[in-house]
């Protein structure tokens, strides 16, 4: 018998509550959905909370606690993740931060947080940032992400990132000091030290860079600073093959969800079309999921759309991915290897009414051999609470995974 | 837009059992409750174990879980919650106790626990306690209670909670010496050494005091020792506000209650008519809730009649004070400022065959915008395993309130 496989498809921020517009029906309640209905109807259905009850999840700590990591273990900040996302090889112990190519006047006042959105040349920026090398022998590793951004790691025995941020979040306002949050601790004071050291010396090199200098020439803000935020220590973590015996692969649409899969191990597929935004072509990210599963046990999928949809307070832009995604469950069903098992779910509510992340639960269904079928027929918030499943957390979605497909260990005799 | 406000109503020792006598109804399914019905109808409802499945919880542990602090980690004792209660300033480390005052033969039998229910008086004698000096300079703070009950706090670095009672509670028996649990546990046997000392010196003090002079002359016990139980440890614990952010009262009608309210920062409400007993005005509670939410964000209240209808094991007096909860519902749903949350629960079933408290769960409902709403037409213990909630846990209460309300912070991106 062949080891089965299993695809694990999260869209993104799915969950809701009831919206008056719609008849007091949540976006996945009101949405045409045939195909997620019926594997619904074929699978067993629950609640998950992707971290605890009640508590507001990002993106970020809920795919770690779904792929089966406590995020209270293992998470101090989106940097890592997100540096991993764009290829930056975190190692255990290192500082990571998510960081913004920024304008300041020569005060040190931030004129633009996103130094016009700029949108060429800042891999010549990079370069002549990275590497660069700080007091106490810290080293700088930093890489240009997409338009304004980028990441940075600080790498040095014994940092902390337990430290505040240089960024105000605010125009107008002058690039902070960070500090340690306990003043105490030496390892956050020295990794506040070499952040302001990185700042200060960011703007001492980009200011003058031909870049800025054709930017400026061109009526264009500069990219004349760099201000790091987000900080995390890199984690040490066991790939997530060695951890379940599955070789895994991820097709998602951020950085973000990118880095998190990178960060375990897992291979990353680029799929053509996949923008991450509501014009994302989702068919082809299920294209890219059955391609992977010829040579991968398990495919994590994240598509983003519905997420978007509660960020904008846009029910409309939420069911219209749904139906997106419904369309590429009717492909997945139809395509997969024989023998595949199905999870569909969500990493967190982003309810239209909050216009961010909210602590409710969200709807799961486990589709495949043996599962037990349970009386719930609809693919939606409300609906799976009279399924089998009762309520569970994220941190047991891989655990039913593998000990559905029958390749868990045993714990005792 | 401003932050919506919350309620939270604890009835305390709602849950029950059938009972034969109501048709093998609880008496929350036997009573009339068209409020309770018609927050269950238009809210989200499930069950909810105070502290973890099967767990007989506390008044004291239970009100800690559901206000988000981890009974497991902050409650050695009831001793720090009942010197709160009275008004008195708990400081992490303090060993509290609650007391009683007794009466003692001069063999040190007892004789009256309860000093023949004292009733005036006992701020003299407490006021010839308080401040008095034990060995190793540990500081005595002392004040009296409602009847023969009192409050001892022990003050001195290094002392333990770890330690058995010197109360027998028994009359006839011999006041016990306190003594440390592990013998080797240095800061427990100075702590047993000093309730030795303070047991047998409160009898030097009191045994001639005035107030107990006029008892004896009058044929009344006199209370000529203090006898101190339920010791704990006094926990740090951040104030609700820090944790939460919302500013918060206390309606509520029991010492422990009120101890542990003000152990966590909350305003406490004094209530005309609260009585605490069978016969409070549960109207008036009502009524200050109203008034509270004019200055605070968060309600915390606590009715106590249906507790006593169970320890009396009388099905008919709990269903009494369910018809007046019901009353004071409605007058909530009617008067409380538009947008604020409503969430009605028990800290534990007290059923009237077993006369205590017990680990069955309780029924729990939120109200309020956004809720998802469910099947569940009725407030009980039975009912309401139909709700969308499922079962959750005391600890989860206050992280799904302050989500709903949107002023929890994210975990992660």
Same mark, same amino acid.
């Given at each position: 018998?062949t080891?089965?496989?299993?695809?694990?498809l999260?869209?993104?921020?799915?969950?809701d509550?009831?919206i008056?517009?719609?008849?007091?029906?949540t976006?996945?309640e009101?949405?045409?959905?045939?195909?997620?209905?019926?594997? %619904?109807?074929?699978?067993?259905?629950g609640?998950?909370?992707?971290?605890?009850?009640?508590?507001r999840?990002?993106?970020?700590?809920?795919h770690?606690?779904i792929?089966?990591?406590? *995020?209270?273990?293992?998470?101090?900040?989106?940097?890592?993740?997100?540096?991993?996302g764009i290829?930056?090889?975190?190692?255990?112990?290192?500082?990571a931060?998510?960081?913004?190519?920024?304008?300041?006047d020569?005060?040190?006042?931030?004129?633009?947080?996103? %130094?016009?959105r700029?949108t060429?040349?800042?891999?010549? =920026?990079?370069?002549?940032?990275n590497?660069?090398?700080?007091?106490?022998?810290?080293?700088?590793?930093f890489?240009?992400?997409?338009?304004?951004?980028?990441?940075?790691?600080?790498?040095?025995?014994?940092?902390?990132?337990?430290?505040?941020d240089? !960024?105000?979040?605010h125009?107008?306002?002058?690039?902070?000091?960070?500090k340690?949050?306990? *003043?105490?601790?030496?390892?956050?004071?020295?990794?506040?030290?070499?952040?302001?050291?990185?700042?200060?010396?960011?703007?001492?090199?980009?200011?003058?860079?031909?870049?800025?200098?054709?930017?400026?020439?061109?009526?264009?803000?500069? %990219?004349?600073?760099?201000?790091?935020?987000?900080?995390?220590?890199?984690?040490?973590?066991?790939?997530f093959?060695?951890?379940?015996? =599955?070789?895994?692969a991820?097709?998602?649409e951020?950085?973000?969800?990118?880095?998190?899969?990178?960060y375990?191990?897992?291979?990353?597929?680029e799929?053509p079309?996949?923008t991450?935004?509501?014009?994302?072509?989702?068919?082809?990210?299920g294209?890219a999921?059955?391609?992977? =599963?010829?040579s991968? !046990?398990?495919?994590?999928?994240?598509?983003?759309g519905a997420?978007?949809?509660?960020?904008?307070?846009?029910?409309?832009?939420?069911?219209?991915?749904?139906?997106?995604?419904?369309?590429?469950?009717?492909? =997945?069903?139809?395509?997969?290897?024989?023998?595949?098992?199905?999870?569909?779910?969500?990493?967190?509510?982003?309810?239209?009414?909050?216009?961010?992340?909210?602590?409710?639960?969200?709807?799961?269904?486990?589709?495949?051999?043996g599962?037990?079928?349970d009386?719930?027929?609809?693919?939606?918030?409300?609906?799976?609470?009279?399924g089998?499943l009762?309520?569970i957390?994220g941190? !047991?979605?891989?655990?039913?995974?593998?000990?559905?497909?029958?390749?868990?260990?045993?714990?005792?005799?």
């Amino acid at each position: 018998m062949t080891t089965p496989k299993a695809v694990l498809l999260i869209a993104d921020g799915l969950g809701d509550r009831p919206i008056k517009e719609l008849g007091n029906k949540t976006p996945l309640e009101a949405a045409e959905k045939p195909n997620l209905n019926r594997v %619904a109807l074929e699978g067993e259905c629950g609640l998950m909370d992707p971290i605890a009850v009640g508590i507001r999840a990002g993106s970020d700590t809920s795919h770690l606690a779904i792929l089966g990591y406590d *995020p209270y273990k293992y998470y101090t900040g989106r940097g890592p993740f997100e540096a991993a996302g764009i290829g930056m090889d975190v190692k255990k112990g290192d500082i990571a931060f998510r960081c913004n190519f920024s304008t300041v006047d020569d005060n040190m006042v931030i004129t633009d947080r996103r %130094a016009g959105r700029i949108t060429s040349g800042t891999d010549q =920026l990079a370069a002549a940032i990275n590497g660069m090398k700080l007091s106490n022998g810290i080293e700088v590793i930093f890489k240009e992400s997409v338009a304004h951004r980028g990441a940075l790691i600080l790498r040095a025995p014994d940092l902390s990132a337990d430290i505040t941020d240089t !960024d105000p979040h605010h125009e107008g306002t002058a690039v902070m000091t960070s500090k340690a949050c306990d *003043p105490n601790n030496a390892s956050a004071a020295k990794t506040a030290q070499a952040v302001n050291e990185f700042v200060r010396k960011s703007y001492e090199v980009l200011k003058d860079h031909p870049v800025n200098k054709e930017r400026i020439a061109q009526g264009l803000n500069p %990219a004349n600073i760099i201000l790091p935020r987000g900080g995390g220590i890199g984690p040490h973590m066991n790939s997530f093959e060695c951890e379940t015996g =599955l070789k895994a692969a991820c097709v998602a649409e951020t950085g973000l969800i990118n880095g998190v899969a990178r960060y375990v191990g897992m291979d990353i597929t680029e799929v053509p079309g996949a923008t991450g935004g509501l014009d994302s072509n989702v068919m082809n990210i299920g294209k890219a999921i059955v391609e992977q =599963l010829a040579s991968h !046990d398990f495919v994590l999928c994240n598509v983003k759309g519905a997420d978007l949809g509660g960020h904008d307070g846009n029910p409309q832009a939420k069911i219209d991915t749904i139906k997106k995604l419904d369309e590429m469950v009717g492909y =997945l069903v139809e395509n997969m290897p024989k023998g595949t098992y199905l999870v569909i779910t969500a990493d967190h509510s982003t309810p239209c009414a909050i216009k961010d992340h909210s602590g409710d639960p969200v709807a799961i269904v486990f589709w495949g051999e043996g599962v037990r079928t349970d009386k719930c027929q609809q693919f939606d918030e409300r609906s799976v609470t009279s399924g089998g499943l009762g309520r569970i957390r994220g941190i !047991d979605v891989t655990k039913i995974i593998t000990q559905l497909m029958n390749v868990q260990e045993k714990f005792g005799a």
